[in-house]
């Protein structure tokens, strides 16, 4: 099962419970725990849509509503910065903030330095930060590439996608919109030269043409010139045999004189 699959069920899981669990404030404190533990999930946007859940937000609960917009948008820093008004993490849910910090980075950049990922990450030698990148991250699906030992960095080939940040939607629709631009003038500038190469092969067509008719009118003409010239020249070869043949006939004999 591939991991967007995966994804889609286990959101569809907790949409079901976090809408059974009504307006129970401690039931969905406790389905937040349980999907920001959980080793598979890692998409809370559908979740902290809901409208019962956003209601945690006048409770005495709504810490757990920070926590899970933490975990749709936040990093490890992020969690470290604001810890004393946020639920202590257990080790599973430091494991999840991990893992969502190495998407956030490569999100923005595709060759992640190993000083900055140590100290995004609070790892403290090379030979962990490799052992997490591999085992917690490209083994879970959610990335793929190249630990450069050589360089110090690991070259993002792949990432899963993170939850949207508010306002980022509007950000994406603007540069879709500017791509959808782009492509479509694009399409028009390849038309038209498509377009530009029909019409020289059609002008190249005619030309060949041309050229091919004019090699066989002049094909033509030398043909018949040919035959005239050797049907005059057979005419002159003829009449000249009659002539000295004729003239070989009036010509007088000479008498010869018999010697004194």
Not at 4 to 9: A, D, L
Not at 81 to 103: F, H, M, Y
Request: aromatic letters at 6%; one cysteine or more; hydrophobic letters at 40%.
């Amino acid at each position: 099962m591939d991991i967007e699959q995966k994804q889609s069920e286990l959101i569809d899981h907790f949409l079901k419970q976090a809408s059974a669990a009504a307006s129970d404030a401690s039931a969905l404190a406790s389905l937040i725990n349980e999907a920001t533990s959980h080793p598979s999930l890692f998409a809370f946007s559908e979740i902290l849509a809901l409208p019962n859940v956003l209601q945690l937000e006048v409770t005495e609960n709504s810490v757990y509503l920070d926590m899970l917009r933490l975990f749709a948008h936040g990093t490890w820093s992020d969690y470290k910065s604001n810890a004393g008004r946020l639920p202590q993490l257990i080790p599973d849910q430091i494991l999840k903030l991990k893992q969502l910090t190495v998407l956030t980075l490569a999100d923005t950049d595709k060759v992640l330095p190993y000083d900055q990922l140590m100290q995004e990450l609070d790892v403290t030698n090379v030979r962990e930060l490799e052992d997490f990148l591999i085992n917690e991250c490209m083994y879970a699906g959610i990335v793929r590439g190249k630990l450069d030992q050589l360089r110090r960095c690991f070259e993002v080939q792949f990432a899963a996608g993170r939850d949207l940040r508010p306002g980022q939607l509007g950000n994406m629709i603007h540069t879709l919109s500017n791509w959808l631009s782009t492509s479509e003038n694009l399409l028009v500038t390849i038309q038209e030269k498509i377009k530009w190469a029909d019409s020289m092969g059609e002008v190249d067509k005619k030309h060949r043409k041309d050229v091919e008719e004019r090699v066989e009118e002049v094909k033509k003409t030398i043909f018949k010139a040919d035959i005239d010239f050797r049907g005059h020249e057979e005419i002159c070869s003829e009449s000249g045999g009659v002539m000295d043949y004729e003239e070989d006939r009036i010509r007088p004999k000479r008498r010869r004189h018999p010697i004194s």
